[in-house]
C-alpha cells in the first residue's frame, strides 16, 4: 500500500492582525481535522525545510529575491501581496514552497502526495500579489525539468482566481502547459494567457462544472501526454465563498477533486496537489472542503 505524504509544518499558520480577510487558521485545522478523525496519521505528515534561493532563483528574478531578503518591498509592492511581510512570512513561504517541490519526489514514489498550503499561482517572476509571494508550482516545476524527472508538466489549475502569475513565468516554456479553469469576472481584473484558459460564467453550478471539466481534462492528458501533474485545488469555487462568484456545492467540490485524483490514478500520471484558496464565510466549510481533498486522495489510492 503506497504512502501518501502531506507537507505541513506548524509555520503555515502565521499569525496576522485581527479581522485580516485571509483565513490563515485553516493551515492548522486541515492537519488537526485529518488527525482527530483518523483519516490520516501523524506519520502521512512532513515537515520542509526552508526552500534555497538559487532554487528560487529559477523563477524568480534576482532582484525580487533580494527585495524579499533584505525586506525592500515598497508599500505598493507589499500592498499588492496583502500580507504583512516580515521575515518569518518570509521564511513560512520558503517552507511551503520546498514542501511542494519535496511533493513531487512523493508523488513519483506513491503517486500522489499534497501540501497543507501552496498554489501560490498569482506570484510573478518579479512580483508577488493576491497573498502569494513565491509561485511553488513554478519553483518546483522549474526543479524537475532541470534535474530531468519531468519531461512534461501539466498545470490544471481549478482556483476559482486564474493563474496569472504561473500562466506568465512559464508562456515560452513548452514543457510546461498550463491550463486554468476560473471565473470570468473574477480577480485578476487583467488575466495572462495560460495555455488553455476556460473563463466561467458567474453563478455557473455543479453540471456544467463538472461536466466542462471531465472532457476537458481527458483530451488534455491525451494531447499532451505529461508524466507529472500539479494540480491547485483551490476550495473558492463554492457558492458560500464570499470571492469566488461560481455556485458549486460542497459535493460538487468534492467531485471534481474525485475527478482530477482518478484520471491521476487511471493514467499513472504521478500528482501533486497544492490547497490554492478559500474563502467562505464559516471556516468550517472552508477545512471540510479541503479536508475532502486529502480524504479522497486516501480512498483513491489506498
Known amino acids: ?6 507537507a505541513f509544518d506548524p509555520v503555515y499558520c502565521h499569525p496576522l492582525p485581527e479581522g485580516h480577510r485571509f483565513p490563515m487558521e485553516k493551515y492548522e485545522l486541515i492537519p488537526g481535522q485529518l488527525l482527530y478523525e483518523g483519516s490520516y496519521d501523524q506519520s502521512d505528515f512532513f515537515s520542509p525545510k526552508p526552500l534555497k534561493w538559487e532554487l528560487a532563483a529559477q523563477v524568480h528574478t534576482a532582484k ?9 518591498l515598497n508599500a505598493k509592492e507589499a500592498r499588492k501581496i496583502g500580507l504583512p511581510m516580515s521575515a518569518e512570512l518570509v521564511k513560512r513561504e520558503l517552507i511551503i514552497t520546498q514542501g511542494t517541490v519535496d511533493c513531487c519526489g512523493f508523488a513519483i514514489q506513491n503517486g500522489v502526495a499534497l501540501n497543507v ?10 512580483s508577488g500579489e493576491g497573498f502569494c509571494i513565491l509561485n511553488d508550482f513554478a519553483v518546483a ?3 524537475l525539468l532541470a534535474e530531468g524527472k519531468a519531461s512534461k508538466i501539466l498545470i490544471i489549475d481549478l482556483d476559482v482566481h486564474q493563474g496569472n502569475g504561473t500562466a506568465k513565468i512559464f508562456e515560452n516554456e513548452k514543457r510546461v502547459f498550463t491550463f486554468s479553469m476560473h471565473g470570468k469576472d473574477n480577480y485578476p481584473l487583467r488575466k495572462e494567457v495560460s495555455d488553455l484558459d476556460i473563463p466561467l460564467e458567474t453563478g455557473l453550478s455543479d453540471k456544467e462544472y463538472l461536466s466542462i471539466l471531465r472532457s476537458t481534462l481527458d483530451r488534455l492528458i491525451a494531447e499532451q501526454k505529461p508524466d507529472m501533474l500539479f494540480y491547485v ?12 462568484k461560481l455556485a458549486l456545492s460542497l459535493e460538487g467540490c468534492k467531485e471534481r477533486d474525485r475527478i482530477v485524483l482518478e484520471t491521476a490514478r487511471k493514467t499513472g500520471i504521478p500528482l501533486v496537489i497544492a490547497m490554492g484558496g478559500g474563502y467562505s464565510k464559516q471556516l468550517r466549510v472552508i477545512v471540510e472542503a479541503h479536508c475532502n481533498t486529502f480524504r479522497l486522495a486516501k480512498e483513491i489510492f489506498n
Open 1 to 6: 500500500m503506497p504512502e501518501i505524504k502531506v
Open 64 to 72: 525580487y529575491i533580494e527585495a524579499l531578503q533584505k525586506l525592500t
Open 233 to 244: 485545488s483551490g476550495v473558492d469555487i463554492l457558492e458560500t465563498d464570499k470571492l469566488g
Open 141 to 143: 516545476g522549474a526543479s
Open 117 to 126: 498550503a501552496g498554489g501560490t499561482h498569482h506570484a510573478y517572476a518579479g
